[in-house]
């Protein structure tokens, strides 16, 4: 079946450590995103790619670095530079195209020990 | 600047109509969305509206107004089910999705 896989879903990261997240798509989408969610708010977009080799910053991109490699694959690394990394981080993938639809990964829960 | 406007929570009965409203504001504009979200889950798509009026897909529909900055979704014959956060969604210029914080709505028996 065609979809988006985040890994892990769950991961506790301590002070000081950087943690990768793991996003496949298999749905042939261009386009890529990585958005941030804290409690009772809002999705935020932290990174997107368009294609393959080239990303952009989105509006809460400070602490985090992405790679866009392959088309299917769109890791998110949070960094210790990153002071409030506990939250939910949503992977999302669309075609890239007028009206494009943007789908949904499960999410990954990121908590800081 | 780009802002984007819902009620923080609603709730209605089941078997009930309601209506969740949203205004916006965007750089540029390009269709808009609506998602579902359940707690502790992704976002599910529900809708897209490029077109001003009416579209209506089961017991969901969405209307726009592009010279109002307006959009509703609404939930007909509400189900215990539909109790989640409703999230309004502006493809900006760019194709930029901007998401707000949602509505949440509660479902009571």
């Known amino acids: 079946d065609g979809g988006i896989t985040q890994s892990p879903k769950y991961l506790f990261r301590k002070e000081g450590q950087n943690v990768t997240l793991s996003c496949e798509q298999n749905?042939?989408?261009?386009?890529m995103y990585w958005y941030r969610q804290d409690p009772g708010q809002g999705l935020r977009l932290i990174y997107y790619s368009q294609i393959v080799n080239d990303f952009q910053k989105g509006d809460i991109a400070e602490g985090y670095s992405v790679s866009r490699e392959k088309k299917e694959s769109f890791p998110l690394t949070v960094t210790s530079a990153q002071k409030n990394p506990t939250a939910f981080y949503l992977c999302?993938?669309?075609?890239?195209?007028?009206?494009?639809?943007?789908?949904f990964g499960e999410g990954s829960w990121l908590t800081v020990v | 600047g780009q802002n984007i406007d819902q009620p923080t929570e609603m709730t209605a009965t089941e078997g009930a109509i309601v209506q969740i409203n949203c205004t916006y504001q965007t750089s540029g504009f390009n269709g808009l969305f609506w998602y579902q979200q359940h707690a502790g889950e992704a976002p599910t798509f529900l809708s897209y509206?490029?077109?001003?009026g009416l579209e209506e897909k089961g017991r969901f529909s969405s209307f726009l107004s592009r010279s109002k900055g307006y959009s509703y979704l609404l939930l007909k014959e509400l189900q215990m089910k539909d109790s989640a956060s409703y999230l309004c969604?502006?493809?900006?210029?760019?194709?930029?999705?901007?998401f707000g914080a949602g509505t949440r709505l509660f479902v009571k028996a």
């Open positions: 969604a502006p493809l900006g210029g760019g194709f930029k999705t901007i």
């Open positions: 509206n490029v077109l001003d």
């Open positions: 749905l042939n989408h261009d386009a």
């Open positions: 999302a993938s669309s075609t890239g195209s007028s009206g494009n639809t943007i789908y």
